[in-house]
Every structure is written in C-alpha cells, then in structure tokens.
C-alpha cells in the first residue's frame, strides 16, 4: 500500500495503519505454513515477527518528502564530482561553467567501478547504548525470542516513522492477543520517560542533555572508529519557530564532533515564546561542562580525550546575542574591523574596505567600546571571540547577497532593474534545465518569481551551477561579470583543492566584487552582508573549505528537531521524551538511515556492451554512498581522467556477490571553457 504522495490526517493514518494490519493478521491465521503453534499460556498463533515486521513496514503512512531539507546535501560543491575509489568520476551538471559542444563522439570508454565496502554504515545517526534493547536471556523459550525481537521491531518502526502514542497503542492492542508478551500501550513499548525535569531558564523551559552524555553514546554505539585522542566540538546556536500561528520557537545548542563526521545532537534544548532573555542564564551549563572538560578530558572505555571547541557557527543575529555586541543593524557593528557605520535610507552601510581590523585581544580588552553591549560568558573559556565565530557564508552569502542581487533585478529602483520580458527568458530557461540537474541536488530550479521563496540551497544552486550558464547573455555585460565574480570566489572558497592556493586571489577578488557592486547598484546596498565578504577568506585561511564551518547541516537537524513536537503544550518536554525514547538518533533523519549499501538498480538487457564485457550484467542505476550514477539524462554526465561524456551503461560482474564493474562512458570529442573572466574556467 503505497500512501508516500498523499496527505492524511493522524485520524485517517491510525484507522488505515489499524485495518491493514488486521488485515494482515488474519492472512497469517488462514495460512498453515506461515505460522506456528505454541503451547505457552495455552495455544495461540504466531506469526513470524520478520515478516510481520514487513508487512508493518509496507503498511506505515510516511512522507519522505517532508524529510528532503534544506541541508539535505552534505556536500554542495563535490555534488557533481564525485570519485569512485581511485578513480575521480565527476558528474558535469549540464548548467555548470563549462561548454560541453555537440561533435561527434570518440566511442566508448570502459571505466571500472572498484569494490565498494557495502557493509559500510556511513552517515547514519548513533545508538546509545542505553537504548538498546536488552538481550534475551539465553534460557527463555523460542516464543520469548520472537516477542523480544517483535517488541524491538515496532519499537523501531514506530519512533523511525515518529507514530503517534495513540495509534501505537491501537496497534499494541489488535497485536496483543497473538502475542501476549507484547506491551499494551505505547509508552511502555517506546520505555517513554515519565517525568522529564524541565527548568525555567532565563524566560523560557530548559533541558540539558550534557555534552558527555551525547559523547558517550555516540562512541558507545560503535558506528564510527575513533583513532584519535582530541574530539573537536562544532556548536550551533540558533532560533526556529515551531508553529505559524505561534510565536513558540525553539532555541537548542546544538554540537557536533569533526571526527565524527560531523554528527550532530542537541546538547541543551529551550522553548519559550521569545529568544532567551539572558545569555549567561541560557548558556551556563554548557560552559560549565566545557570548562570541565577542557581541564579534565573525557574518559571513556579507559582511553582519555582532550576536548576542544573549535568554533561557533550562527548567523549574525545570534552571533550578536553570544557574544553580547551590536547587532547587524548597529553603527559599530561589524565583527572583524572597527568602522562607525553611515545612516542611509532607513539602514547602516559599511563603506570603509581597508579600516582596520579586531583582534581577539582588542575584543577582551573592549578596544571599541561601541562594539560592545555587555562581557560574553564564552570568555571564560579562552575563546577566540573574533577568529572563532565563522561568518556562515549560508546565511551572508546564500540567503544574504543573492537574495538582494535578485530582488535588485526584479524590483529595485536602480536602472539595472531587469525587463519582465527578461526575468521571463530567465526563469523558462531556469525550469526547461529542471531534468538536467543531478539528484544529489536536494531542489530543482524554480522560476523567479518565486525568488523569495527559494530555499538557501536553491540560492546556492543558482550562484555556484546555473546562475553562471542561464544569466549568459541575458543581462548587461557589466552586471553579468559583476556577478560571475562572486560565483567563482565562493566556489573556489568552497573547494577543498584549490581554496588553499586561491584564497589570496579570493580576498582580492572579493574586495573587487563589492565595490564594483556598489557602483552598480548604489553605495546605499553595501550594507553588513555586502561589506562582511571582504573577510570570508579569513575564515578560510583557518578553517579551509568554507562548508565545513556552515550551518547547513544544523539548519537539517533543527527542522528535524521541530517535526518532533505533537501539539502545543509543554514542546520542550515532548522534544526531550522523542529524543530519550528512540533506539537512535537515525530516526530524526529517514534519508540518511536507508541507501548506504551500494545496489544496482533496474536490470536491462539493451546494450551497448563491448565484446569483452558481454559475460556481464546490464544495469541502468548505480546507487553508492555518496553519489547517484544512471544512464537517464541528468544523471549520466560525469567526468572520468579529465574526459567529459555521458554514461551510456552500466556493467557488473556475474558472480552475485561480486560489487566489481564497468562504465561504458561516451565521450566529448569538443570541449572548451566557458568563461575566461575573471579566470578560465
């Protein structure tokens, strides 16, 4: 039964989850062979709990959809250059910065796909080890087993699916005279947490987690191989609403650890109808464990970690908040040189390019007092209060200067305001590439007349990928190059390659972009985005990449974080109990729990094969870790040793377990660069 593309309401998925399973229950009495007797508490029947479990799996009511978020792609720049173990394969989106000219082909290229660990659980979320199901004792009788393991099944699919309590419970109740050993409410079947000890806290409910209570369970769980004897803390700081007609919001400290592929959990959470009132207040338990640890380390499993804060990553307004200076509006507002702003329509512009720069010092020693509004408690932890807050280019650049640069075109008041014949021509060219674009992107392009509504990886799509390709010749020479100056900085800032022998060009190109950009549209834009660009290579010089200080990936896990939440009372406490009572953190992101295996998908018998290939199996779909590769448009143009075509088919070897295979990959017989300013492509 397959409901993935409709909407119900939990009314309508209860009654359907309960009459499919019914219905399934009663399949299993009229089939002799697919159930067995028991003579335990007298004769009942008993349906194979894997296969029951299937059938649960097939009946559940879900919405993939709803779990496509913004941050869904991990990796925004390599999305279309992937490497298939010692080979680089790169996807070439057709809308990226090169020219790839009709000609004729050079033939067929046999590229090897090597051997692809599929036991491998890249990705997924971490099981503590307290909630684990208990092991069976090893004396108890086979009906035990299955119930045990039946119990830990539905216990899973229901906080993977995050089931509401009460169809659980209608659910526990149909199951519960086959198999009697089964819980009859949901709260004992998820081992809910009856009394959770929320605070009141600077105006707002509060719960701590503890940084080494995550920490604990991550290594626990034994998902990642941890070598190293530092853990290096990311921490996120950030407000997200929890209802439209609600001025309820959610406001956790989120970490995550570098060496662990960034996995990210919330270590405190806060709910109230406003950001926290006073930061000391909101942020007191976390500084005092990171003083602890600092000092101390973290043990575990008899082996001793340092623990180091690495960086904050927030967008202006919170970052103003923790570190208790000017907001973004404020005259003395920017974060790494000292200027006093200019009043101008309404807004603050930063005009000065070469004032000079904060230090770590001068902010302890309030060198700008203006700067200031209050002492930060993060000075206690010996922080770098300037060079240790990233400027997240997600929120500067992706929702910050693309968002002004397109409404300049669509509705300023400046004489490069854009035709609605031209915002036309570019929003059909932006939809007719639509089947073009790989599925690694996590959203396709849209028309610009919904530009405001475009998400922030929409945003990014349009500067890195398709802005460059659809903008061509649409728009004045000046605006254009204007333009592709910001695209090729950020995607050099973003590449891990090249972002270390390019930053020096980036500083100075981005200095270029924003004064040109103020003859261009007016002095009166350059306001605390704008001007923030000319540091960004900062934060590649200490960082590298820029993605690997972005807040893309805790903007994932916050609206994961909000679907959590049932109903309007006591949110802080339905978060706390959802997140206690999960057998892992994987269920807050369905995506990342399924694929992890390489598959090959859609077997074919349709050619082309060569004749040395000809003992091997067709496919049209290669599904691996981190990459997608099809022989449908879209998905089939990639670039292998430095030659650019298209996947024509897909080969694997005979032998059922062998993960070894083959590419048959047309190539591009003409390909040229397809800009030269203000560097070849």
């Known amino acids: 039964m397959d409901m993935n593309n409709k909407s119900y309401s939990d009314r309508t998925k209860y009654r359907k989850i309960a009459a499919q399973v ?17 003579s335990a508490s007298g004769l009942r029947i008993e349906q194979p709990s894997d296969q029951l479990v299937e059938h649960l799996s097939d009946a559940v009511v879900s919405d993939d959809t709803e779990l496509q978020t913004d941050a869904a792609n991990m990796y925004p720049l390599e999305s279309c250059m992937h490497q298939l173990d010692d080979m680089w394969v790169d996807t070439v989106d057709t809308t990226q910065t090169r020219d790839v000219c009709e000609g004729q082909t050079a033939g067929f290229l046999d590229a090897a796909i090597t051997s692809v660990d599929i036991e491998s659980n890249d990705g997924q979320f971490i099981e503590p080890a307290e909630w684990r199901p208990r092991a069976v004792d090893a004396e108890s009788d086979d009906s035990d087993n299955e119930d045990s393991s ?84 990311h921490v996120n700081i950030d407000g997200i609403p929890l209802f439209r007609s609600s001025l309820a919001c959610l406001w956790p400290i989120l970490c995550s650890v570098e060496e662990l592929e960034g996995t990210v959990f919330p270590v405190a959470i806060y709910c109230s109808n406003q950001k926290p009132k006073f930061v000391d207040d909101y942020m007191r338990d976390f500084i005092d464990e990171m003083l602890y ?23 202006a307004p919170a970052r103003a908040f923790v570190k208790c200076i000017k907001p973004h509006t404020g005259y003395n507002c920017c974060e790494r040189c000292v200027q006093h702003g200019e ?52 929120h500067l650049v992706c929702l910050g200067v693309i968002r002004r640069i397109i409404h300049q075109w669509t509705s300023g008041q400046h004489c490069y305001k854009l035709s609605q014949g031209l915002l036309s021509a570019i929003s059909e060219r932006l939809v007719s590439i639509q089947p073009f674009i790989s599925r690694e992107f996590s959203r396709k392009p849209r028309s610009l007349s919904e530009h405001k509504l475009w998400k922030a990886t929409e945003l990014r799509l349009f500067l890195i990928y398709t802005g460059p390709v659809i903008l061509k010749g649409l728009l004045a020479p000046e605006v254009y190059s204007n333009f592709l100056d910001l695209s090729v900085a950020i995607r050099i800032l973003l590449t891990p390659d090249l972002v270390h022998c390019y930053v020096e060009y980036c500083s100075q190109l981005l200095k270029y972009f924003v004064e040109s950009f103020c003859n261009l549209y007016g002095k009166d834009q350059i306001v605390y985005n704008v001007h923030s660009l000319i540091h960004l290579c900062d934060d590649a010089r200490q960082f590298g990449a820029l993605d690997s200080v972005s807040a893309f990936r805790f903007e994932s896990f916050l609206g994961r974080l909000v679907k959590l939440v049932r109903r309007p009372q006591q949110p802080c406490a339905q978060v706390v109990r959802r997140l ?24 074919h018998m349709e050619g082309p094969v060569t004749l040395t290939l000809k003992h091997c199996r067709q496919f049209k779909q290669y599904n691996a870790q981190q990459y997608f590769m099809s ?23 005979r032998e059922d377990e062998s993960e070894n295979g083959w590419v048959l990959f047309e190539e591009f017989t003409v390909v040229e660069s397809f800009f030269s300013d203000p560097l070849d492509s």
């Not at 019914?22 to 002799?32: P, R, T």
């Not at 080494?212 to 290594?219: F, P």
């Not at 034994?222 to 803390?233: D, F, K, N, P, R």
């Not at 022989?631 to 292998?640: L, M, Q, R, Y």
């Open 22 to 38: 019914a219905k399934f229950v009663q399949e299993a009495q009229d089939a002799d062979s697919d159930y067995s007797l028991v």
């Open 293 to 315: 640890l600092k000092q101390f380390g973290f043990s575990h499993n008899g082996k001793l970690y340092s623990v180091k804060l690495r960086c904050l990553i927030c967008d």
């Open 580 to 603: 206690l009572e999960r057998p892992s953190l994987a269920t807050l992101d369905v995506k990342h729990s399924r694929g992890h295996h390489s598959t090959w998908k859609k077997p």
């Open 150 to 233: 039946l119990q830990d099944h539905l216990s899973n699919w229901a906080s993977h699916y995050n089931v509401s309590q009460v169809a659980v419970t209608d659910l526990l109740s149909i199951l519960h005279p086959y198999h009697p050993d089964l819980p009859q409410a949901a709260k004992t079947l998820l081992c809910t947490k009856r009394k959770v000890e929320v605070k009141m806290v600077s105006g707002g409910e509060y719960y701590y987690f503890g940084l080494s209570y995550w920490l604990k369970s991550v290594l626990e769980s034994g998902m990642y191989e941890c070598a190293v004897e530092q853990l290096t803390i």
């Open 343 to 394: 009043w101008m329509r309404s807004r603050i512009l930063l005009l000065d390019l070469e004032a000079p720069l904060r230090t770590n010092a001068s902010f302890i020693s309030k060198f700008d007092p203006g700067h200031h509004v209050a002492v930060s408690p993060l000075t206690e932890l010996q922080f770098g209060m300037v060079t240790d807050f990233p400027l997240d280019y997600m």
């Open 631 to 653: 022989t449908s448009e879209g998905d089939n143009c990639f670039s292998v040793m430095g030659r650019i075509g298209l996947v024509k088919n897909i080969l694997r070897e």
